[in-house]
């Protein structure tokens, strides 16, 4: 009995230092909200893949810093992070410019210039038509993404193609900004 035990307590030990956990440093930079940028080696405290602040190492000593402290984190060559997307929560950036494409965890979020900040997402509603019930996929996103790039002429066609996954929209959002003669960033994880 004492090893299945040990083996239990084992996993659960396991476990716990996966879901609240730091990932490494890395070669970056975190923006104080005084403007000052600060390198050094940058990691993250997560706790069920959410990031809680970031942590800058410079020479011996750990700095925490938490949302309401920054401007942003990010790594060199790689992502970039930003709390004030949404009240109390660290997005990562994916295309940052006249319209902006963010991620937290799974969800995807965008938002035009200063603009409110729109959820895109997908579920299953329930219609009825003629007595009959139907479940169908709401895809409302893609009406927010037709309304927010209308003065860019995009074609309905190329929206109503589009699937709510990252690459897709992160190339879509690109499109927008060339189309528009707008500066943007794209994000990519270029490896830390």
């Known amino acids: 009995m004492k090893p299945r035990f040990t083996l239990l307590v084992f996993l659960f030990i396991l476990s716990a230092s996966a879901a609240f956990g730091q990932l490494g440093f890395y070669d970056g930079y975190v923006v104080t909200n005084k403007n000052d940028t600060i390198f050094g080696k940058v990691g993250t405290s997560q706790k069920w893949n959410v990031i809680e602040y970031c942590i800058l190492k410079k020479g011996d000593d750990n700095i925490k810093y ?3 402290e920054i ?3 990010g790594f060199i060559k790689g ?3 930003v709390p004030d997307v949404l009240k109390d929560t660290i997005l990562q950036v994916l295309v940052e410019g006249k319209l902006s494409l963010y991620r937290y965890q799974s969800t995807l979020y965008v938002r035009k ?3 409110a900040v729109h959820k895109l997402e997908t579920y299953t509603e329930k219609v009825e038509r003629n ?3 139907y479940y169908v996929e709401s895809v409302k996103w893609k009406g927010i993404l037709t309304y927010l790039t209308s003065d860019c002429n995009t074609d309905p066609n190329e929206i109503s193609k589009l699937h709510l996954l990252y690459p897709e929209l992160a190339e879509f959002v690109v499109n927008y ?3 528009t003669k ?3 960033t ?3 994880s270029k490896g830390k």
């Open 66 to 68: 938490y949302p309401n």
């Open 71 to 73: 401007k942003r984190f």
């Open 79 to 81: 992502e970039c992070y």
């Open 113 to 115: 210039e200063n603009d």
């Open 131 to 133: 007595g009959e019930l």
């Open 177 to 179: 900004n060339k189309c």
């Open 182 to 184: 707008s500066e943007y």
């Open 186 to 188: 794209e994000y990519k």
